[in-house]
Structures are given as structure tokens and as C-alpha cells.
T-cell receptor, first 114, second 109 residues
Framework: ETGVTQSPTHLIKTRGQQVTLRCSSQ?????VSWYQQALGQGPQFIFQ???????GRGNFPPRFSGLQFPNYSSELNVNALELDDSALYLC?????????????FGSGTRLTVV | GQNIDQPTEMTATEGAIVQINCTYQ??????LFWYQQHAGEAPTFLSY????GLEEKGRFSSFLSRSKGYSYLLLKELQMKDSASYLC??????????FGDGTTLTVKP
């Protein structure tokens, strides 16, 4: 059983640029959630995808967008990067049928905006 | 919306017992999770409570009182490797989890 894989692990971008982060979910999981974690804070919910449809969104502007593919992998896109977007971006896969098992997190992508 | 409070930092001695509290206010509740996060790593699942009471899993136990909006994580026989951040997360009816800011636990010899 494979875990959750995220790429890249680290990324440095310039303010105003666009970035795409990728996530492969755990085998058997059909739901992917994206979180932003600033240093010293808990993960903040960005959005969730279930069967290729957005299934809820947190308090993030529209320049944060996502996709989920038929194999349940997912992308997070951020346009017009701002300095405050610097954070650890976590992808978490889960199964709605197995909600009591919680999320399986990937190791995250550390994004630095300069 | 959901609001979750937990202490920022705690310190305990190796071999001791520590209790990390979490209080929450939520508009929809479908369970409470505890995760462990070591510095620079992803959170890992520790426990899940959906009914009132105590769930025990080895050295770790978690308690829930839904009427009080309260949970705690109890760590027994502390080891140095237990030094980490402990995240309380409340899950809504739609299956989305809201996290607290975490409690950084330092275990000293």
C-alpha cells in the first residue's frame, strides 16, 4: 500500500508568479484535501476534492485553485503569488467510507515566495 | 464555523504522564482527531473519538465530552521521541477537518 506522495518537496518562487503543486493519494482513498501550514500554526483548510469535484473550500481567495484526476491524484495551483503564501502545503488523502481513520498526509511542499 | 483552542507549549519529564487539553466550538461535529507532528514532518494520525468517553491505544489515550466541547490526549511513560507538536482536529459532517494550532510538547530527561 503506497502512501501519499507530494512534489516538489521544496520550491522557491518570485512574487507574482504561478505555482502548481502535485499530490498522489494513498491507494483506496477517493478524497484529497489541501492544507496550508504557516510556521508555528496548525494546518489551514484550503479545499477538498471528492471524485473530481470540489467538495468544500476554506477562506482562501480564488487564486488558489485545484483539480482532482480520475486516479484521485490532485493538483493545487496558486496564481499571483504573494509573500504571505510562503508556507508548507500539505496534501491529505482519506476515504469517506473510512472516516474514522483520519487523514494520511504527504510530506508536504515547502514553498518560499521571495 | 469552528474554533479550536489548545495550549501552545507544555514541558514534561521522561517517564511521566502529560495531558494535553483541547476545547472546541463547532457548527457540525463528526469526530475529533489527534495528530502528532514532528518538526519538519507531516502530521500522523494518533486517535479518533466520535462518542463520549476514553479511547486507549497503548501509551496514548484520548477522551471526548461532546456536551462540553472538550477533549484531551493523555501520554503515559513519556519518551524523548514524544517531543513533538500535537494537533487537535475537529471533523465536520462533510468530512473536513479543522485543526488547532498545536501544542508543542518538550520531554526532558
Amino acid at each position: 500500500e503506497t502512501g501519499v506522495t507530494q512534489s516538489p518537496t521544496h520550491l522557491i518562487k518570485t512574487r507574482g508568479q504561478q505555482v502548481t503543486l502535485r499530490c498522489s493519494s494513498q491507494s483506496g482513498h477517493n478524497t484529497v484535501s489541501w492544507y496550508q501550514q504557516a510556521l508555528g500554526q496548525g494546518p489551514q483548510f484550503i479545499f477538498q476534492y471528492y471524485r473530481e469535484e470540489e467538495n468544500g473550500r476554506g477562506n482562501f481567495p480564488p487564486r488558489f485553485s485545484g483539480l482532482q484526476f480520475p486516479n484521485y491524484s490532485s493538483e493545487l495551483n496558486v496564481n499571483a503569488l504573494e509573500l504571505d503564501d510562503s508556507a508548507l502545503y500539505l496534501c491529505a488523502s482519506s476515504s469517506l467510507q473510512g472516516a474514522s481513520y483520519g487523514y494520511t498526509f504527504g510530506s508536504g511542499t515547502r514553498l518560499t515566495v521571495v | 464555523g469552528q474554533n479550536i483552542d489548545q495550549p501552545t507549549e507544555m514541558t514534561a519529564t521522561e517517564g511521566a504522564i502529560v495531558q494535553i487539553n483541547c476545547t472546541y466550538q463547532t457548527s457540525g461535529f463528526n469526530g475529533l482527531f489527534w495528530y502528532q507532528q514532528h518538526a519538519g514532518e507531516a502530521p500522523t494520525f494518533l486517535s479518533y473519538n466520535v462518542l463520549d468517553g476514553l479511547e486507549e491505544k497503548g501509551r496514548f489515550s484520548s477522551f471526548l465530552s461532546r456536551s462540553k466541547g472538550y477533549s484531551y490526549l493523555l501520554l503515559k511513560e513519556l519518551q524523548m521521541k514524544d517531543s513533538a507538536s500535537y494537533l487537535c482536529a475537529v471533523t465536520s459532517n462533510a468530512g473536513k477537518s479543522t485543526f488547532g494550532d498545536g501544542t508543542t510538547l518538550t520531554v526532558k530527561p
